[in-house]
């Protein structure tokens, strides 16, 4: 059973994978924003006590409503209360409250050091799906729809539509990035 008592998930050195995956879990969301045009699934982590959920912007931008779905089965309701469409980034006030977790600066990462994914690839079937992989490259710069985003964490733990807004977690079990995109067409390109 998964602990959903509000409170602070604080981080801990020399974790294994799945330690950080069952400590981090609670904290981390899918995502279901509803547009005139249909439904779009992405993902999200709590990163400040109160439920405020940090994610994409392109989950959450124009959506009607948002519908989060927990660790532990259960679902809120959400409202988007920050966002910046040129970080890529979005807040959504979560209507429960649940636990968050820890952010470390990217500065602290180093070309080959352990991540971890966790996101909703595809469909809520898959909602909660965790991955590993390593740190690629560090500093990139994209083109996406003929603007640039730039200081971007290049890593191989395996992201699919859907993990957008999703965490990158270090080994301490702390945000690092917040999964953005993929390259199109390759296997092991993931950008945060």
Do not use: C
């Not at 602990?3 to 069952?22: A, G, H, K, W, Y």
């Not at 006030?93 to 595809?122: C, F, H, R, W």
């Not at 603007?147 to 290049?154: A, G, H, P, R, T």
């Amino acid at each position: 059973s998964i602990d959903m008592t509000p409170r602070l998930i604080s981080s801990s050195d020399n974790l294994s994978t799945s330690e950080v995956i069952n400590s981090v879990e609670a904290a981390t969301v899918a995502i279901k924003s509803k547009f005139l045009s249909g439904d779009a699934i992405g993902s999200g982590v709590a990163v400040a006590s109160d439920g405020y959920i940090l994610t994409n912007n392109h989950v959450v931008e124009g959506a009607i409503s948002v519908t989060l779905y927990f660790a532990n089965g259960e679902t809120s309701g959400g409202r988007v209360v920050w966002r910046d469409a040129g970080l890529d980034l979005a807040i959504v006030k979560s209507d429960k409250n649940i636990p968050y977790v820890e952010m470390s600066s990217s500065k602290n990462l180093l070309k080959g050091q352990d991540v971890v994914a966790i996101g909703t690839p595809l469909s809520l079937q898959f909602e909660h799906t965790a991955t590993k992989g390593i740190v690629s490259a560090l500093n990139r710069t994209i083109e996406v729809d003929n603007s640039y985003m730039q200081n971007l964490i290049q890593h191989d733990a395996s992201i699919n539509p859907g993990n957008s807004g999703g965490p990158l977690f270090n080994m301490r079990g702390q945000v690092v990035g917040i999964n953005t995109l993929k390259a199109d067409g390759a296997e092991g390109l993931g950008f945060a």
